[in-house]
T-cell receptor
Framework: EPEVTQTPSHQVTQMGQEVILRCVPI?????FYWYRQILGQKVEFLVSFYNNEISEKSEIFDDQFSVERPDGSNFTLKIRSTKLEDSAMYFC??????????????FGPGTRLTVT | DAKTTQPNSMESNEEEPVHLPCNHSTISGTDYIHWYRQLPSQGPEYVIH???SNVNNRMASLAIAEDRKSSTLILHRATLRDAAVYYCILRSGANSKLTFGKGITLSVRP
């Protein structure tokens, strides 16, 4: 069964450094998402991406964040200057995107980001 | 987004049915009811969704009240692997984001 993959599984970085989290969505999917989950808290939406542009973003997704689909298979989340409060589990998700609300989102296993 | 309300937690015995309730009294006519679950240390996983009629799939059943103000996720025979946080989520837009609440934590006793 096709699945969403994410690398790395765990990333440790120092405050102020840039990080890039990588995701490979399911190959024929058209909509891509990033969510995060701070330890012990709810899963929070960050951004959705379709047709090479952001379709929606949350208040969390400020100028420090960016997303890109550089090569038709990878979907990346970049944090330019990490803060301690960016420490969280980051989940990528994708959906076929051709039918509307009835499509399920397929989630990856997540990348644990630790900012020290 | 319309809001859902779930109990914080529920316990079940292995191999017994489990009914997980969700209230969504402000649901709109175009909202679909989705259920996802999150096993420990994993990403969320789709379980089931519905609009008005009850739905069954290999994982679970979804019973939707006639007025659509509540729904119940039914696991017919709980296993230890079903221990997870279950989220009831309303979605109204095409390919819209998922708005997660705290969900209900299901514990399964052997």
């Amino acid at each position: 069964e096709p699945e969403v993959t994410q690398t790395p599984s765990h990333q440790v970085t120092q405050m102020g450094q840039e990080v890039i989290l990588r995701c490979v969505p399911i190959s024929n999917h058209l909509y891509f998402y990033w969510y995060r989950q701070i330890l012990g808290q709810k899963v929070e939406f960050l951004v959705s991406f379709y047709n090479n542009e952001i379709s929606e973003k949350s208040e969390i997704f400020d100028d420090q964040f960016s997303v890109e689909r550089p090569d038709g298979s990878n979907f990346t989340l970049k944090i330019r200057s990490t803060k301690l409060e960016d420490s969280a589990m980051y989940f990528c998700a994708s959906t076929p995107g051709t039918g509307g609300v009835t499509y399920e989102q397929y989630f990856g296993p997540g990348t644990r980001l630790t900012v020290t | 987004d319309a809001k859902t309300t779930q109990p914080n937690s529920m316990e079940s015995n292995e191999e017994e049915p489990v009914h997980l309730p969700c209230n969504h009294s402000t649901i709109s006519g175009t909202d679909y009811i989705h259920w996802y679950r999150q096993l420990p240390s994993q990403g969320p996983e789709y379980v089931i969704h519905g609009l008005t009629s009850n739905v069954n799939n290999r994982m679970a059943s979804l019973a939707i009240a006639e007025d659509r103000k509540s729904s119940t996720l039914i696991l017919h025979r709980a296993t230890l692997r079903d221990a997870a946080v279950y989220y009831c989520i309303l979605r109204s837009g095409a390919n819209s984001k998922l708005t997660f609440g705290k969900g209900i934590t299901l514990s399964v006793r052997p």
